[in-house]
């Protein structure tokens, strides 16, 4: 059951195979990709859908910002190799965390006014910068309260918190006897699936409690940075904030203006997001140390040495479990404990980012603008639709899908660490929905295009059918008449000679081709090398000159028909890289000339020297070569049926073969039950051609008779239809391998390929070729027996003999001035194109 599953699996991924030379039309891709681009990005809007009693509202932006907390999960991890890593923490903060041990000390929250001064001395005799006090402190908390206000009244390095009003709440007021100028709010900026990825650093002036527009975290980095004589500035007219150098500052910075770009509703992978007064991109440090924390009591009881607290931004704040002051990050999904991240720590992380940007010339987050991210999302849409269209085999599709996703992720996160944000998620699915529509599309056409090759084959087999009709009919009847005249005997009957000399070729013919010299003659006509003198460099290609036997209308009408069905046939077939190209077809005055690719090389019959065997893993090689080629053309439901050496050239440039004269393809007529393909005219090569194909019923498994043949002589050294006389009396079957040194696997093979019987063989060349691959080249030459020619040498080989097609051979013969005996007897052939004469 599994290997028939796995057959099947074969077969069905063989038939979205593309040879790697078919030309490529971008207007599909264009096409998908603009269509689905734009989808993407009304999709990155959001879409809402209405169903009765449910409504979706569709938008990326969750995926997006998931993207986002990953990369700064990654980012930390790239930069410091562990999230805890003490190598980020910023020296120039220092944290007081109130812990739930300190509150036990305490046995109060909050903590009295009476120890909140006494904490507030102790740092401040130590000089710090500035110290943020992110506690509430709106009201008094006995005992003590008139020290702390007398505290907060001399105080010029004290910053307090208050919190904005909201719809339901009036807000926290800050301490009364603060100035205004040390009041900041602690309000953060929550995305709606709970986490903070936004800082903001002004805000609107709102009635209730707390007025000021100044953010907390704004507040300290500010005032640190006017100990270095850096000074905050808005830029006109835009309003940009940015700092700068001091004109009076004493200890006055060499830096340059450093701005802080206001945060666009379409930043990043926000879509449409409220960005209500200055907000910016907040880029974590790490995940909790961002700068050195020390404990309430530790600071109570003088155990915090000086210079950890001197020139310093000192936060005050809890990271008690008990007191609800904590918030998701984008580190919160990767932690198994501690979820969230205390507010004065994500204070810090906001003064952090905002004195390392300009001290340090850390880089701040930026993102493109609207136009340059739907170009980019654009540009992998092309990607992902050209890598589809040149692909097409599901598994290369799959693993070099996994590949490109895997480039895109790289490259985000590579930008992400210079402070980029570049939308990951839209690209990739602009990719994969590209590739799979034009994957579609690529079915469809390709369903198409192989019906149209039916339909051209079978009209083709149809046209020769009629051609043989009409040619005898017409003879008969001419017989017949007793008052036939001589010249309508010469119109009708009299067939036409090929030209017997290059003056004779048409002229409007001449005026583009230039031949060169004659390559083969038969009844048809010629077969020339020739120029074309259009093109650049007047490349070398073959030109066939083909005409009918009749010239009467009704004929040249029907011959017509015939040549131009071959042309569309020849036209598909070579997309292939290893089949010639037809280059253009011309019909000039009742004669049809067909102007091939001109494939440089030998022949392979040039190779296969009588009693020279060859080595097993060079048969391979040829087997390799040439089965892809038949499983195309199966797949395009055509049999070559005159498979043979000299149908097959080297070509010089890169060794590989190519598979020429498609002069006698055959539609492939599907069986229905028990009944037979409908019988055909007979074509092909003795020796090469199997039974079924001799009595006009040929089938795929022909052609790979026909490969084993020649794969079995390249082994043995002796003609195959010398080798007919070694087949068994009772099966049929050849017996050859006493004949040749090969090793069990490739003979078990080549013996199911040339079995007496079709449906014995091999169905399919795909089956052909994964066998092929399963043989283990490195063990070929062990356990081989030498070949017995015991009473076999008497066989003597014979040249090639074929049974003449119904069709032109349109052979590629040798360029060299050697001639065969199939040469010699072609030029000896009746020069007429008689359909009847050529049938078996």
Not at 492 to 501: Q, R
Not at 746 to 774: G, P
Request: proline share 6%.
């Amino acid at each position: 059951m599994l290997a028939k599953f796995s057959g099947k699996l074969r077969h069905l991924l063989s038939h979205w195979q593309r040879p790697n030379s078919s030309p490529i039309t971008y207007k599909p891709v264009i096409l998908a990709s603009v269509g689905v681009t734009a989808l993407i990005l009304g999709l990155r809007q959001g879409v809402t859908l209405s169903i009765p009693g449910l409504r979706l509202a569709l938008k990326m932006e969750p995926l997006e910002l998931g993207t986002y907390d990953q990369f700064v999960r990654f980012a930390t991890r790239e930069t410091n190799g562990k999230s805890h890593s003490a190598k980020k923490t910023d020296s120039r903060l220092l944290v007081v965390a109130v812990t739930e041990q300190d509150i036990q000390n305490l046995r109060q929250w909050p903590i009295p006014d009476g120890k909140m001064a006494e904490l507030l001395t102790k740092l401040e005799k130590h000089r710090p910068r500035v110290i943020g006090l992110d506690i509430y402190r709106d009201l008094p908390v006995p005992p003590g309260h008139d020290r702390l206000v007398k505290y907060l009244e001399k105080s010029d390095r004290l910053v307090a918190i208050c919190k904005q009003s909201e719809l339901n709440s009036p807000g926290v007021a800050p301490p009364k006897a603060l100035s205004p100028k040390q009041v900041g709010f602690n309000d953060l900026i929550i995305d709606p699936d709970g986490v903070i990825r936004r800082a903001l650093l002004f805000a609107i002036k709102k009635q209730g409690k707390c007025t000021t527009s100044s953010a907390f975290s704004y507040q300290l980095a500010s005032r640190y940075l006017t100990f270095a004589g850096i000074e905050s500035f808005k830029e006109n007219p835009s309003g940009t904030l940015g700092f700068r150098n001091s004109k009076t500052g004493e200890n006055s910075a060499k830096i340059k203006p450093v701005l802080f770009p206001r945060l666009d509703s379409n930043a990043g992978g926000y879509q449409g997001a409220d960005v209500g007064g200055y907000q910016i991109i907040l880029k974590y440090n790490s995940a909790e140390n961002v700068a050195r924390q020390v404990t309430l009591t530790q600071v109570l009881n003088d155990r915090v040495p000086g210079e950890w607290i001197r020139d310093r931004v000192v936060l005050i704040g809890t990271i008690a479990a008990s007191i609800d002051d904590a918030f998701y990050t984008p580190y919160s999904a990767a932690q198994t404990q501690q979820h969230k991240m205390p507010g004065v720590l994500v204070h810090a992380q906001i003064v952090n980012q905002i004195i390392s940007a300009v001290l340090d010339n850390r880089t701040l987050p930026w993102y493109w603008p609207d136009w340059a991210e739907a170009l980019w999302i654009w540009s992998w849409a092309i990607i992902g639709g050209v890598g589809a269209w040149k692909l097409r085999h599901p598994l290369l599709l799959g693993v070099s899908g996994i590949a490109a996703f895997g480039v895109l992720s790289s490259v985000c996160f590579c930008v992400w660490l210079y402070s980029g944000w570049v939308p990951l998620v839209p690209a990739a699915l602009s990719m994969v929905t590209t590739g799979g529509t034009v994957v579609v599309i690529a079915a469809y056409r390709m369903q198409q295009e192989r019906e149209k090759m039916l339909n051209w084959v079978k009209e083709r087999e149809e046209t020769i059918e009629l051609l043989s009709t009409m040619y005898k009919g017409n003879i008969a009847t001419n017989l017949q008449k007793p008052d036939i005249t001589e010249s309508e005997t010469t119109e009708a009957t009299t067939p036409l000679c090929p030209p017997k000399s290059l003056s004779e070729i048409s002229p409007q013919f001449s005026n583009r081709y230039e031949i060169i010299k004659v390559l083969g003659q038969g009844g048809f006509g010629r077969t020339y090398l020739a120029k074309d003198l259009q093109l650049p460099d007047s490349p070398i290609c073959v030109v066939k000159h083909l005409m009918p036997a009749r010239r009467d209308s009704k004929f040249l009408e029907v011959a017509r028909r015939l040549f131009q069905t071959e042309a569309r046939i020849l036209e598909v077939l070579g997309q292939h890289e290893q089949i010639p190209t037809l280059l253009d077809y011309i019909e000039k005055e009742g004669e049809f000339y067909l102007v091939e690719e001109y494939v440089e090389g030998e022949p392979l019959s040039e190779e296969l020297y009588v009693d020279r065997r060859w080595q097993e893993t060079k048969a391979i090689d040829l087997l390799e070569n040439i089965l892809p080629i038949l499983n195309f053309i199966h797949q395009h439901h055509v049999i070559h049926r005159d498979l043979k050496p000299g149908n097959i050239i080297r070509r010089s440039s890169d060794g590989k073969l190519v598979l020429i004269d498609f002069g006698a393809v055959k539609q492939m007529l599907p069986t229905e039950g028990g009944k037979t393909e409908s019988q055909t005219v007979a074509i092909g090569t003795r020796g090469y051609a199997p039974p079924e194909q001799l009595v006009g019923h040929p089938r795929p498994a022909s052609d790979l008779y026909a490969l084993g043949m020649i794969g079995i002589q390249a082994l043995t050294g002796i003609q195959p239809h010398d080798l007919v006389l070694q087949q068994d009396l009772e099966t049929g079957n050849l017996n050859w391998r006493h004949l040749a040194k090969t090793s069990n696997e490739l003979a078990a093979i080549l013996d199911r390929m040339v079995q007496y019987h079709f449906s014995d063989r091999y169905q399919s060349a795909l089956a052909v070729l994964t066998d092929i691959q399963k043989i283990d080249r490195h063990n070929l030459n062990q356990s081989i027996e030498e070949p017995d020619f015991e009473e076999k040498t008497a066989i003597l080989p014979t040249t090639e003999y074929d049974t003449t097609s119904v069709m032109p051979s349109w052979n590629h013969f040798p360029v060299n001035n050697q001639s065969t005996k199939a040469e010699e007897q072609l030029d000896n052939a009746s020069t007429q194109f008689d359909p009847e004469t050529y049938k078996s």
